[in-house]
Nanobody, 128 residues
Framework: QVQLVESGGGLVQAEGSLRLSCAAS????????MGWFRQAPGKEREFVAA???????YYADYVKGRFTISRDNAKNTVYLQILSLKPEDTAVYYC??????????????????????WGQGTQVTVSS
């Protein structure tokens, strides 16, 4: 069992930046691939980024270099740095954990259904 708690969201002006954190408790954080997803009102939850236990990272195409995912296994924490925020980035951001499976890559880790554990989400609101 892994429990995930996100933090770092808030209200920010366009072109600002945020760093979201996701703290994990429970056993074996380092064996999990970690993902960030987001969900805007009236829309489906969508993939943002993922990081494997090896440190390999995957990003959604729309990220365009503005988002950086990282992890600190010593602190059981995964981060999402977001630069140049846009109003369309407004959403609830969720972190999630999935057992890191050999032989899978971007397409696999971009799927909501792959992840076994989810946090409660943190709201990010970007004003224009």
């Amino acid at each position: 069992q892994v429990q995930l708690v996100e933090s770092g969201g808030g209200l920010v002006q366009a072109e600002g930046s945020l760093r979201l954190s996701c703290a994990a408790s429970g056993r074996g954080f380092s064996v999990y691939a970690m993902g960030w997803f987001r969900q805007a009102p009236g829309k489906e939850r969508e993939f943002v980024a993922a990081i494997r236990r090896s440190g390999t990272t995957y990003y959604a195409d729309y990220v365009k270099g503005r988002f950086t995912i990282s992890r600190d296994n010593a602190k059981n924490t995964v981060y999402l740095q977001i630069l140049s925020l846009k109003p369309e980035d407004t959403a609830v951001y969720y972190c999630a954990a999935a057992l890191d499976a050999f032989g899978y890559s971007h397409t696999y880790y971009s799927r909501v259904s792959v992840y076994d554990y989810w946090g409660q989400g943190t709201q990010v609101t970007v004003s224009s």
